[in-house]
């Protein structure tokens, strides 16, 4: 059973920095792509950034330069380091992951909040 678990959200200023880390367990994610999503009230869930199995990484435009990913292939974790916050950020984040040859993603984590102030 394959489960994803996220930590490390919370409240910071704008300006600030958090690091994600989804712990992902239930079988060997190497073949697996890793992604961050994130859903802010009132607003439907967005993508925001991942590491493809073969370790290539994609962003949203939004996050471009502010935000890492990278995954830990012997601890099965993705992290998501987050700089220079901004109150827009401020949403929902999830954990996700799929097959390398699917286009969905079949697995998610409960999510963790990340709340910006201004």
């Known amino acids: 059973q394959v489960r994803l678990v996220e930590s490390g959200g919370g409240f910071v200023q704008a300006g600030g920095s958090l690091r994600l880390s989804c712990a992902a367990s239930?079988?060997?994610?190497?073949?697996?792509?890793m992604a961050w999503f994130r859903q802010a009230p009132g607003k439907e869930r967005e993508f925001v950034a991942a590491v493809r199995s073969g370790g290539i990484t994609t962003y949203a435009d939004s996050v471009k330069g502010r935000f890492t990913i990278s995954r830990d292939g012997g601890k099965n974790t993705v992290d998501l380091q987050m700089n220079s916050l901004k109150s827009e950020d401020t949403a929902v984040y999830y954990c996700a992951t799929r097959f390398k040859t699917l286009t969905r993603y079949e697995y998610w984590g409960q999510g963790t909040q990340v709340t910006v102030s201004s």
């Open positions: 239930g079988r060997s994610f190497s073949n697996y792509d």
